[in-house]
């Protein structure tokens, strides 16, 4: 490559091997707030360590960038943290990478692949091996043991090592080729506006208000939740979501907006609005 370096630092096997231990305990700290980014980033702290050791500002915006949100199938992860190790690398390493693309292809890629760890590992494969071997268990028989841990937790735990291993090794060589060719620009690009979708899709989904208050004028029953809907469907858990954004933005703790919605919706019900 021809880009300016800061230096030739590079990731041992060591370090890559202790995250891979370290991924074990993404769930360890889950919040409802930022989900596994605590998991996430002490997962990555060797890398980050290795990579940023000796430069205090380069280390601390590492610690933030990992400490975003994430949330992704444990079983699956792994491959997006093979692909972070090589973009940590490349961005030591290059004065001209663009950082903010670590976050932005994390928050691309935890999406589909966590679709397809729940329903292949959770749906599937956990469902297929309790089936198998819950009978056996049962009757007292070590092999349904056996069979649960053939079905399902062998799959999971090659796909975890080699997967980190390929993202790793493939994420390195390509973008050592993209970099160069201004390509990661337009996949950094591509992949903020995917998350944007993502997460847009989910404040559809997963942020639902009903409101079951009917208002009685002059004999006629008028229902606020299909008034709302003709208006405009979803508008109150839009109106909450940004609102929610609107507090975060002024540094109002996720914690306490957490605990003003539970007393939101608390006050909600009680008074027949919600």
């Known amino acids: 490559m021809d880009n300016p370096s800061k230096n030739n630092k590079k990731l041992t096997k060591k370090v890559l091997r202790k995250v891979m231990w370290r991924h074990y305990q993404l769930l360890g700290a889950f919040n409802y707030e930022r989900q596994m980014s605590l998991g996430y980033a002490w997962a990555m702290t060797p890398v980050i360590k290795t990579l940023y050791g000796d430069n205090n500002q380069e280390l601390k915006k590492s610690y933030q960038r990992h400490l975003e949100f994430f949330n992704c199938s444990a079983s699956t992860s792994p491959l997006i943290l093979g692909v972070s190790c090589a973009m940590e690398e490349e961005n030591a390493n290059n004065d001209e990478f663009d950082s903010s693309s670590i976050n932005a292809v994390k928050t691309a890629l935890m999406g589909p692949l966590a679709g397809i760890g729940d329903s292949l590992f959770w749906g599937t494969l956990r469902v297929i091996g309790v089936g198998v071997g819950a009978p056996l268990a049962i009757k007292g028989s070590i092999l349904g043991a056996i069979l649960y841990f053939l079905i399902n937790v062998i799959p999971s735990e090659l796909l975890r090592w080699f997967g980190f291993k390929l993202t790793y090794e493939g994420g390195s060589e390509f973008l050592a080729k993209v970099s160069a060719d201004g390509t990661l620009h337009k996949l950094t690009e ?76 608390i006050l909600g019900v009680w008074v027949g609005l919600l």
């Open 190 to 265: 591509a992949a903020k506006i995917l998350g944007l979708v993502v997460i847009g899709a989910m404040i559809s989904s997963m942020v639902i208000i009903k409101v079951p208050m009917v208002l009685h004028l002059g004999g006629t029953k008028i229902s606020l939740q299909e008034t709302l809907n003709s208006l405009m469907p979803n508008l109150l858990p839009l109106l909450l979501t940004f609102g929610c954004y609107w507090l975060l933005k002024r540094k109002i703790n996720g914690t306490m907006i957490l605990f003003g919605l539970i007393v939101l919706g």
